[in-house]
């Protein structure tokens, strides 16, 4: 079956670039878009972006200057990059894979704590 | 963007009863409404999309419904492996967003 998983170091100073990339085991990325979420300690989740297995990519405004998402079918997994880091963006990054019609977040990650600090 | 507002924030229930989450987005929203159950140190994991389609695997004890701007989850015959912290999710438009969630809680 499908499965994902994050990584990436778990620790990033302040005003560097955090780095996460997403595995995908056992399936392919045709027709999905493939996504990353995040969820700070104690909060709510909060969508990032995705990236179509096309390539093209959408992602949540209060973050859109400081991301990018890229594919790599080749190598079988998907990343994230986001700049400029501070304490705010501590949290725990999950990918998740997201069907087209609907968007359904229907296969996630386990999930990496990535915390900002110096 | 569409705000997500869930409630109650926390509920506490017993083994057996039956207990309802709502969730109302600040617009229509046409059904884009998926409900996840997270477990402590644990990814999300969907439940129902569509408003009220089951996701292969969950059991029947738990159902959803509504449309427009108002949604609900019930969660029937509560088992122990129900408490958990539940989010509501539209995705009629990016930025998908999310409720604050509802933390169900053993009585």
């Known amino acids: 079956q499908v499965q994902l998983q994050e990584s990436g170091p778990r620790l990033v100073r302040p005003s560097e670039t955090l780095s996460l990339t997403c595995t995908v085991s056992g399936g392919s990325f045709s027709h999905y878009y493939w996504s990353w979420i995040r969820q700070a300690p104690g909060k709510t989740l909060e969508w990032i972006g995705y990236?179509?297995?096309?390539?093209?990519?959408v992602y949540t405004p209060s973050l859109k200057s400081r991301v990018a998402i890229s594919l790599d079918m080749s190598k079988s997994h998907f990343s994230l990059q986001l700049a400029s880091v501070t304490a705010a963006d501590t949290a725990v990054y999950y990918c998740a894979r997201v069907s087209d019609g609907w968007s359904n977040f229907d296969l996630w990650g386990q999930g990496i704590l990535v915390t900002v600090s110096s | 963007d569409i705000q997500m507002t869930q409630s109650p924030s926390s509920l506490s229930a017993s083994v057996g009863d039956t207990v309802t989450i709502t969730c109302r987005a600040s617009q229509s929203i046409s059904m884009y409404l998926s409900w996840f159950q997270q477990k402590v140190g644990k990814s999300p994991k969907l439940l129902i999309s569509a408003s009220s389609s089951l996701r292969n695997g969950v059991p029947a004890r738990f159902s959803g419904g509504g449309s427009g701007t108002e949604y609900v989850l019930t969660i029937s015959s509560l088992q122990p492996e129900d408490f958990a912290t539940y989010y509501c999710q539209q995705t009629a438009s990016t930025p998908y967003t999310f409720g604050q969630g509802t933390k169900l809680e053993i009585k």
């Open positions: 990236i179509y297995y096309t390539g093209s990519t």
